[in-house]
């Protein structure tokens, strides 16, 4: 038998290693700006069929941007089995509705708390106006619980929405809502709906 002892394919010295070309790094998750990119080029103008049948609310104007404020909301298990019993009895009545808790994979989706109207945003401001809120709405993980379910339409009564009415976080919600509002208004916008603050 023979020795194959310095029969080697590659040999490396310990500092060639440590100055290798390509290092082993740990890839680090993609920042959360990019689940907001559009996946295809987004559709301007007025036209309903660009926007799922709906009407638009503000017409299109370009350097104008449709923006709105919200706490995203993973609804745990409980939730989304109530959630779906919602939908399975919208469906036995024969409504039609546009799920927005989970997605065509029927993959659950956020639910989200609003903190502002629809706002549209010139491109002047924009970047400004999001750095105001990242810095002065600041706030820790906080539990809400919901205790019923209420239906509320849109400004022109053109949409109608299900929602949760929460029960506990109210007065943290509230808070967070007041640091919105006093941006929003320092821009020259319309704050949150009064009537939807207690909710």
């Not at 029969?7 to 959360?32: A, F, G, I, R, W």
């Amino acid at each position: 038998m023979k020795n194959h002892e310095n029969t080697k394919l590659v040999s490396y010295d310990s500092e060639d290693e440590e100055n290798s070309e390509y290092p082993h790094k740990n890839v680090e998750p993609l920042p959360s700006f990019f689940l907001d990119l559009y996946q295809v080029k987004p559709r301007q103008g007025n036209d309903p069929e660009f926007h799922e049948g709906r009407k638009r609310t503000y017409p299109h104007v370009s350097g104008s941007w449709p923006s709105h404020i919200y706490i995203d909301l993973m609804p745990n298990e409980k939730l989304q089995i109530l959630l779906k019993k919602i939908q399975e009895s919208f469906m036995i009545e024969g409504i039609e509705f546009k799920s927005l808790v989970e997605n065509d994979l029927e993959m659950p989706l956020p639910l989200h708390i609003s903190l502002s109207r629809p706002l549209m945003l010139g491109s002047d401001i924009i970047n400004e106006f999001k750095e105001a809120i990242k810095e002065k709405v600041v706030f820790e993980s906080f539990n809400i619980k919901f205790s019923n379910i209420a239906i509320f339409k849109n400004e022109d009564a053109s949409r109608t929405f299900l929602v949760l009415i929460i029960e506990t976080g109210k007065e943290i919600l509230q808070n967070i809502l007041r640091m919105v509002d006093s941006i929003v208004e320092k821009y020259g916008y319309q704050t949150f709906y009064e009537e939807n603050k207690g909710y």
